[in-house]
């Protein structure tokens, strides 16, 4: 009882044809076994055990996917069996979302992603991609204006806990010990899960909120970008300009970089609402939502590196001109790679 | 090709309205039309509270497995070596939860069913609104948007965020917009369903049932006339074909009484089920006649 649980369904013989009164039982039992056929591959293909099912079977399998189709027409028309009626259907529907389904994997759609996809979209959405990096110089330009105008606005920007001592008007020793080093590798692990965890979040966020318009984007970019200004201005008040930019460049290139592009993905698919130009509006939202959806992908993949860099090399690195390189050589990368990368050859998913 | 529904007025029960605005019609490569029924708001709402429960409960229990680890098995508190091991846990539970909240949905949603657990069991799947492929980047883009219309009211309200004032406010409304969003389109999209260009559709699985007519044939003991056979429709013959299906000796008594006083019968008791198979076979093999000459009648009022 229970091997029969784990042993494939035999398809039963059907009952004998002649014995059926009906011309339209006489049909259906004709044809069940191959329906039955049709069912049992199907069922393999929903399970994702394609390898069970036989050599035959899976060369026969557009055959009787066309046949069963066809019996459903003629079925539609001859037949007033409700129940062999419904049953077509739903083989025929779950027939049609196999035969049609998705035909890569997801190392094969991961394939095609990193080999050229990514970057066609990211090149795609160009046009969101500078209103999103304007926006984030504006913020970070503004927050550095607010600050120098009056301190106070620094603590309105950054929460005391983010702040960590890094407080306008601070000792510079203490900001220099926040731009430091750690001892030993111990924790950082954590550190850097911690941060693409948390990082990741914010970039997601700062995509789905494109759905309104791409306005509560913009004031995410602003609102963040303008804490960094607000940071930096602490920094450069104390001489400490550089030191802070080659701390920050080591990630943060990577980072920002992806921030920019979750944020022009969700500015790129708002802007499609509010614009939707020749095509219907839902036409128009689900050309932009899969290519923004392609860049939020990638701006993962940027994360984790982000974190581990956060994590580690800023970490262990500690002058100011190796972490300039190190930043600069990630925005070097990341600039080529989405120049140059060409799009696949064929866009078959 | 016509569709068959379309035939003519019907005494609908509120439950067969509800589904009837739900239908949709797919047309597939072949010319085929293929009837799809859009998920139900309320089951699509259990397939995500279900999904929920089943996250919750992983990820309670993968905490439990990992203090047992680190506190029981190889209890690191006391030696040496215990703080990489704190660490790599630390890392895992960090990256466990944020694969429960974006990954769950996205694997189980690019599988070949595209469904969650949650909702196979409610019998539901994602599907291209334009009948086309399911692509990788539409799962995904319906699944980053999910962020804001799940997570972020959740969080939201688990935090005592409305409770912050005018901003508060404006924030619930906000938000509710995205949760909401599903109960005023006929569809029921949500947003992510909307950016991704995807839908939410039935996928029930239907068993081959018994053929009809393979009873025996008693053409002789029961003959019907033209005159008996056309009171009823194909919607009759559907219901008659649900009873005899279930096989329930009261119901089957009640509808052949039904029967027989409507045709001016009468019948011997305990003849129930062979006058209905009869009855069945006969009425079937008539409408279909009919119907292969382009006579269809939906049921005793047309």
């Known amino acids: 009882m229970v091997l029969s649980l784990f042993k494939k369904a035999e398809i039963q013989p059907p009952a004998d044809v002649e014995a059926a009164s009906l011309r339209s039982d006489r049909f259906r039992l004709e044809r069940e076994s191959d329906w039955q056929r049709l069912e049992s591959i199907v069922t393999a293909l929903e399970k994702n055990r394609p390898r069970s099912i036989s050599d035959d079977d899976l060369l026969e399998l557009p055959v009787l996917y066309r046949k069963t189709a066809s019996s459903l027409a003629v079925a539609r ?64 330009i503004v927050g550095w204006l607010l600050v120098e105008q009056d301190e106070r606005w620094f603590y309105s920007l950054v929460s005391g806990g983010m702040a960590g001592g890094r407080v306008p008007g601070a000792d510079p020793e203490t900001l220099r010990e926040t731009l430091g080093t750690a001892e030993s590798s111990d924790g950082l692990g954590i550190f850097a899960a911690y941060l693409f965890s948390n990082n990741t979040g914010v970039c997601i966020l700062a995509f789905a909120l494109g759905f309104a318009f791409g306005v509560p984007t913009l004031l995410l970019l602003v609102h963040n970008l303008a804490l960094l200004g607000a940071m930096y201005w602490v920094f450069a008040d104390t001489g400490m300009g550089l030191d802070f930019a080659a701390w920050l460049s080591v990630h943060g290139t990577t980072e920002l970089g992806a921030i920019l592009l979750a944020g022009a993905a969700g500015l790129h698919v708002g802007r499609t609402m509010a614009f939707p130009g020749d095509r219907s509006i839902l036409a128009a939202m689900k050309g932009a939502g899969v290519r923004a959806a392609q860049v939020m992908a990638g701006c993962t993949i940027m994360l984790i590196v982000a974190g581990l860099l956060e994590g580690y090399a800023r970490q262990l690195v500690g002058d100011t001109p190796s972490r300039l390189a190190i930043g600069a050589v990630m925005l070097v990368i990341w600039v080529l790679y989405f120049a140059l990368m060409p799009a696949p050859q064929e866009r078959e998913t | ?211 009809m007519s393979l009873a025996p044939d008693r053409q002789d003991q029961y003959r019907f006339g033209e005159a008996e056979l056309s009171i009823y429709g194909e919607h009759e013959l559907q219901v008659l074909e649900r009873v005899l299906r279930q096989d329930r000796p009261e119901s089957l008594r009640d509808v052949a009484e039904a029967i027989t006083a409507k045709i001016g019968w009468q019948l011997g008791q305990g003849d129930e089920r062979e006058f209905l198979e009869a009855f069945y076979a006969a009425l079937r093999g008539y409408l279909e006649s009919n119907m292969r000459f382009g006579k269809r009648k939906a049921d005793k009022y047309s």
């Not at chain 1, 028309?77 to 419904?86: F, G, I, K, P, V």
């Not at chain 1, 025929?92 to 979209?121: D, E, H, K, T």
């Not at chain 2, 996250?55 to 070596?81: E, K």
């Open chain 1, 77 to 140: 028309e001859t037949s007033l069996d409700a129940a062999t009626l419904d049953y077509l259907e739903s083989l025929v529907r779950r027939a049609w979302f196999q035969v049609y389904g998705p035909r890569i994997g997801l190392f094969g759609w991961l394939r095609r992603f990193l080999g050229g996809g990514w970057s066609a979209s990211v090149r795609a959405i160009w046009l969101d991609i500078c209103v999103a990096l304007a926006v984030m110089v504006a913020g970070t």
């Open chain 2, 1 to 211: 090709m016509s569709a068959p529904e379309s035939a003519g007025p019907r005494p609908h029960t509120l439950q067969t309205r509800a589904r009837s605005k739900r239908e949709r019609t797919l047309v597939t490569p072949e010319g085929l039309s293929l009837p799809l029924t859009v998920g139900a708001r309320g089951a699509r709402a259990g397939a995500l509270l279900l999904d929920l429960l089943f996250l919750f409960i992983g990820i309670v229990v993968v905490m439990l497995a990992f203090s047992a680890i680190g506190f029981g098995l190889l209890d690191v508190g006391s030696t040496p070596q215990g703080g990489a091991v704190i660490q790599a846990l630390l890392i895992a539970v960090i990256l466990l939860l944020f694969l429960s909240r974006y990954g769950y949905f996205l694997w189980f949603e690019l599988g070949p069913r595209a469904a969650t657990p949650g909702k196979r069991i409610a019998g539901l799947r994602v599907a291209a609104r334009d009948g086309g492929r399911l692509t990788a980047e539409m799962v995904i883009a319906r699944n980053l948007v999910r962020d804001i219309e799940v997570f972020l009211p959740a969080f939201f309200l688990l935090g005592g965020g409305a409770e912050g004032g005018v901003f508060g406010l404006a924030t619930f409304v906000w938000l509710m917009i995205f949760v909401l969003f599903p109960v005023f389109n006929k569809d029921a999209l949500r947003a992510g369903d909307i950016v991704a260009g995807t839908w939410v559709v039935e996928a029930r699985e239907a068993k081959l049932k018994q053929a």
